[in-house]
C-alpha cells in the first residue's frame, strides 16, 4: 500500500520561501507523476504542480513563477518550494501520486497545514 | 483556459436518496480525462471516478459517473450516512484542474 507523508514548517513569514517535501513508502517513485495540491481554509482545491520520476515538470500557470517542485529518487521522495509567500497561501498542501492523466490522483498524503504570518 | 462548473453548491438530501452531481466545463474535454473526488471534513481527497465513468478501487457501486463533452454527472444512488461530503471533479487538460465543489449535506 502506497503512502505518501509531508513533512516541513507550518510557519512561514510573509516573503519568505515555502518548502515541504513528501516521503513515499510501500512502492517505489519511479514511473508517475508526484503533485503538489492546497487547498485554503474552508476553501475548494488548487493543483500546484507535478513531477515526474524522470525530471518533467508542469505547474499551475498561476503559480508558474514560484513554484519548483523537483524529485529525490534515491529518498523516495519529492519536494515543493513556493517563493515569496504571502497570506494567500495559507493552506492544508497535499502531495499526492497523479497515476495519469486518465487514471485520475489515487493516492493523497494526509496534509499539511502551513500557515503564512509575521 | 478551461473553467470547470460544479452545480449545485450544496445538495441537501436524506440517507437512501439518489445524488446527481454536475460538472460542467467550458470547453469540450476528453472523457479520459475527468475524474470525481469526495473530501470529508479534515481528509484528504479520495479518487471516486476515473476516465468518466470508471470506479476507482474499493469504490461501491452505488456511485457511478456519466458524460462527455462539456457535461459530466456523478450519481450516487441510495445514500449511505457515510455518503454526506463535498465532491469535486478534476479535469486533466494542460495542467489538472478542479471544480469548485459540491457538498452533499444531509437534509
Known amino acids: 500500500q502506497v503512502q505518501l507523508q509531508e513533512s516541513g514548517p507550518g510557519l512561514v513569514k510573509p516573503s519568505e520561501t515555502l518548502s515541504l517535501t513528501c516521503t513515499v513508502s510501500g512502492g517505489s517513485i519511479t514511473n508517475y507523476f508526484w503533485s503538489w495540491i492546497r487547498q485554503p481554509p474552508g476553501k475548494g482545491l488548487e493543483w500546484i504542480g507535478y513531477?515526474?520520476?524522470?525530471?518533467?515538470?508542469n505547474y499551475n500557470p498561476s503559480l508558474k513563477s514560484r513554484v519548483t517542485i523537483s524529485v529525490d529518487t534515491s529518498k523516495n521522495q519529492f519536494s515543493l518550494r513556493l517563493t515569496s509567500v504571502a497570506a494567500a497561501d495559507t493552506a492544508v498542501y497535499f502531495c499526492?501520486?497523479?497515476?495519469?492523466?486518465?487514471?485520475?490522483?489515487?493516492?493523497w498524503g494526509q496534509g499539511a497545514l502551513v500557515t503564512v504570518s509575521s | 483556459e478551461i473553467v470547470l462548473t460544479q452545480s449545485p453548491g450544496t445538495l441537501s438530501l436524506s440517507p437512501g436518496e439518489r445524488a446527481t452531481l454536475s460538472c460542467r466545463t467550458s470547453?469540450?474535454?476528453?472523457?479520459?480525462?475527468l475524474a470525481w473526488y469526495q473530501q470529508k471534513l479534515g481528509q484528504a481527497p479520495r479518487l471516486l471516478i476515473y476516465g468518466a465513468s470508471s470506479r476507482a478501487t474499493g469504490i461501491p457501486d452505488r456511485f457511478s459517473g456519466s458524460g462527455s463533452g462539456t457535461d459530466f454527472t456523478l450519481t450516487i444512488t441510495r445514500l449511505e450516512p457515510e455518503d454526506f461530503a463535498v465532491y469535486y471533479c478534476?479535469?486533466?487538460?494542460?495542467?489538472?484542474?478542479f471544480g469548485q465543489g459540491t457538498k452533499l449535506e444531509i437534509k
Open positions: 470547453q469540450s474535454v476528453s472523457s479520459s480525462y
Open positions: 513531477v515526474y520520476s524522470r525530471g518533467g515538470t
Open positions: 478534476q479535469q486533466y487538460g494542460n495542467s489538472p484542474l
Open positions: 499526492a501520486r497523479l497515476y495519469s492523466a486518465t487514471r485520475g490522483i489515487d493516492y
